[in-house]
């Protein structure tokens, strides 16, 4: 019963390339983000979205874009995929009840980029 | 602007002794809301407690920790380690972000537990 699903599980893109990573939540969740994972910097806010059709950039948007084309979907778009961008990324869709805002975070993609 | 800082990037200690992470904030809010996330070895970042009450203490899971904001400290504790509590633990604050609310999180603890 995974409420927040993220494919591709693994990812090996070469430079230049667009990677596409895909979200899909369950929990009817009205914002959505997207986090990279790096060893000596924690978890990262890359965007974010508070409702379908919004987005909004996060404190490292350079060198991606999003898109919320629904309630359910959220995609992190690598246009021009760089080695610096080989991560671990994490989707995740957050409940702001009283404001509190706990997320939910799906399993993860292991991109590397070579 | 706002930011959380933990302090040990490695905890190591046996089983059965305390333990405790530090963490620290700062945020022009005077309402935050503090989190704690576990997060295990191939898996993704779970909940592990959470406090929005100064000087109230939160448990879960045999953790506890108590928002201070006089100090801005929300630090982690458990009375006596175990082998499952190795894991990477994240501190969090939650903030107005743009419209909306995001987490920003420290950059991480791991604890390593060994016999």
Redesign the interface.
């Known amino acids: 019963e995974a409420a927040v699903t993220q494919s591709p599980r693994n990812k090996v893109a070469v430079t230049g390339g667009k990677v596409t990573l895909s979200c899909n939540q369950t929990n009817n969740h ?2 959505m ?1 997207w ?1 990279r994972q790096d060893t ?6 890359i965007h ?1 979205s ?1 409702g379908a059709g919004s987005t ?3 404190d490292i948007p350079d060198g991606y874009k999003a898109s919320r084309p629904s309630q359910e979907n959220f995609s992190l778009i690598l246009e021009l995929a760089t080695p610096s961008q080989t991560s671990v990324y ?1 989707c995740a869709s ?1 409940d ?1 009840g009283r ?10 993609t292991r991109l590397s980029v070579l | 602007g706002d930011s959380v800082t933990q302090t040990e990037g490695l905890v190591t200690l046996t089983e059965g002794l305390p333990v405790m992470l530090n963490c620290t904030y700062q945020t022009i809010y005077s309402n935050p809301f503090l989190f704690w996330y576990v997060q295990h070895l191939n898996e993704s970042p779970r909940l592990l407690l959470k406090s929005f009450t100064d000087n109230k203490r939160t448990e879960h899971q045999g953790f506890h920790a108590t928002l201070h904001k006089s100090s801005s400290s929300f630090h982690l504790q458990k009375s006596s380690a175990q082998l499952s509590d190795s894991a990477l633990y994240y501190c969090a604050l939650s903030v107005p972000y743009q419209g909306g609310r995001a987490l920003i999180f420290g950059t991480g603890t791991t604890v390593s537990v060994s016999p």
């Open positions: 009205n914002n983000y986090y000596g910097h924690g978890l990262r806010l974010y508070y909004e950039k996060g994490f957050g702001t404001g509190q805002n706990t997320l939910y975070f799906g399993a993860g």
